[in-house]
């Protein structure tokens, strides 16, 4: 676009627009008290009206954590990119089982009188926007509900729908956390949802050989040799004893063996993430250059020998391998890397708080474990049985000692999988929940400078009106000139 006064009357070639600045500047002269008013008008009727019709939307947000798998990251997880497994929740996020659950919690269709909750869940799906931010490493969920005008509807009903904004982002949140412990396909997750369900039943099993156990000791005529001494009290209802005497010793010995399953679990679930640790620790000790920056494992010391490295690969580039620098160098990071096999080795050897809390642990459950066992073993010597009654007392005894036995291997396995797997109530964390939104949008602000450019606008068009007249005019006139 080109500008030019064009005293001649010149034809301008067909591709180029001429604007005459001044023929605008005498336009503007002479229309401008006009147009002050009338702007001024128009952006007040403008701002009415976009504060009594514009509806404002209220929004709730929820920042989550979504901790990865320990699958093999992909590439563009490498590149900071975003993973699978985060856009597997995106689409989630968008399903319409997720919008009934927000829907059950948020009662949307109530609050906008929808005719069915199809409408309601529909109006959610559209509602809700999820921003997946790798360089931040959160989720966003946004949930926007429409709410009156500022100037038009109840401030009741404004209030409701911010807490309804407030309520369904929650609840989004809450969806999805129920989505992966109950739901989610994981590889990781659903062997260890196996795995909590095997000691489920291992326990539950373990649970009912007690109670067999514990129920034959009832309907058994056992009595206690101390008790048989002491009969003569007792000789009127013998019978009545006899089964206070089993109903006793069936209470205890159910007591006493609970108390050993749940130590022997313990036991052995303390010994086999004990051991998982040492294992996973000493491998990453064993590969602690190739560790990442931000492992917490001997942090310090690895990151000061990949400095000393990083320095002696460039004094041995810049002065060459006998360089007295190169050799002060190359003296501090083999200092360096012994101190790291140092710190390495006392890791190793078990040097460390963590180390002693578990043999302290350790101890005292095998304290309490062997005297359990002292407890069920004179317990069940006082017992005095038929020879009839002896071997099934046996069978059942030797049912819970094999009960026991899967229980623990069950809590060894469970325990081991569940160091090394992320669980499903600490993959998905909520950072920053909802809180009530304080201000709608559009706000007043937003309105007024719209308001501001709509009458802009008009301005500009009845300008551009006037200045194509204007042109029209002076080109008829300059025809009728040359020919008179």
């Known amino acids: 676009m080109s500008s030019s006064n064009n005293p001649g009357g010149r034809n301008s070639s067909p591709e180029s627009i001429s604007i005459d600045l001044l023929k605008v500047t005498a336009i503007l002269r002479r229309r401008s008290r006009l147009w002050l008013l009338l702007g001024f008008l128009m952006c007040v009727v403008f701002f009415l009206a976009g504060l009594t019709l514009i509806s404002q939307t209220f929004e709730g947000k929820v920042s989550l954590s979504i901790q990865q798998s320990n699958s093999a990251p992909s590439l563009l997880t490498g590149l900071g990119l975003g993973g699978s497994t985060t856009k597997k929740y995106v689409g989630v996020l968008k399903s319409r089982w997720v919008a009934s659950q927000v829907e059950s919690a948020a009662h949307i269709r109530d609050l906008y009188n929808l005719p069915n909750e199809d409408e309601a869940i529909h109006m959610l799906t559209r509602s809700v926007v999820v921003d997946d931010k790798p360089a931040d490493g959160l989720l966003y969920i946004h949930v926007s509900l429409p709410g009156p005008p500022i100037l038009f509807g109840s401030s009741e009903r404004r209030k409701r729908v911010r807490a309804a904004a407030q309520t369904a982002s929650n609840a989004y949140a809450d969806a999805l956390r129920a ?28 649970d009912r050989a007690v109670n067999r156990l514990a129920t034959f000791v009832k309907s058994s005529p056992i009595a206690a040799a101390q008790m048989q001494a002491s009969a003569t009290s007792d000789a009127k209802s013998p019978s009545t004893s006899d089964e206070r005497t089993s109903v006793a010793s069936a209470t205890v010995l ?216 204007e042109v029209a005019r002076l080109s008829g006139a300059t025809p009728a000139a040359s020919t008179a």
Do not use: C
């Open 254 to 469: 159910q007591q006493l063996y609970a108390q050993k399953g749940i130590t022997e679990v313990e036991l052995r679930s303390l010994d086999a993430v004990t051991g998982a640790r040492e294992s996973l620790v000493n491998k990453q000790v064993d590969a602690a250059s190739r560790l990442p920056a931000e492992d917490p494992l001997l942090a310090q010391a690895r990151l000061g020998v990949i400095a000393a490295r990083q320095d002696l690969q460039n004094l041995e580039i810049q002065y060459g391998p006998d360089n007295p620098r190169v050799l002060v160098a190359r003296d501090r990071l083999t200092k360096l890397e012994n101190r790291l096999k140092e710190e390495g080795n006392s890791i190793r050897r078990g040097l460390t708080s963590e180390h002693v809390e578990a043999e302290v642990q350790r101890s005292n459950l095998n304290t309490k474990l062997a005297t359990l066992s002292a407890q069920i073993a004179e317990a069940e010597k006082k017992f005095q049985i038929g020879r009839e009654k002896s071997t099934d007392f046996d069978m059942l005894r030797g049912e819970v000692t094999l009960r026991l036995e899967v229980l623990k291997q069950t809590a060894s396995q469970a325990a081991v999988l569940n160091l090394q797997t992320v669980s499903a109530q600490s993959r998905v964390a909520v950072i920053d929940r909802s809180e009530v939104p304080k201000k709608g949008s559009p706000g007043t602000i937003l309105i007024a400078v719209g308001s501001l450019f709509l009458s802009g606008l008009v301005l500009l068009a009845w300008l551009s009106i006037d200045y194509i007249r």
């Open 179 to 206: 989505y992966v412990i109950n739901l989610d396909n994981d590889r990781e997750l659903v062997l260890l949802r196996a795995a909590k369900q095997q000691l489920l039943r291992a326990r539950t099993d373990y």
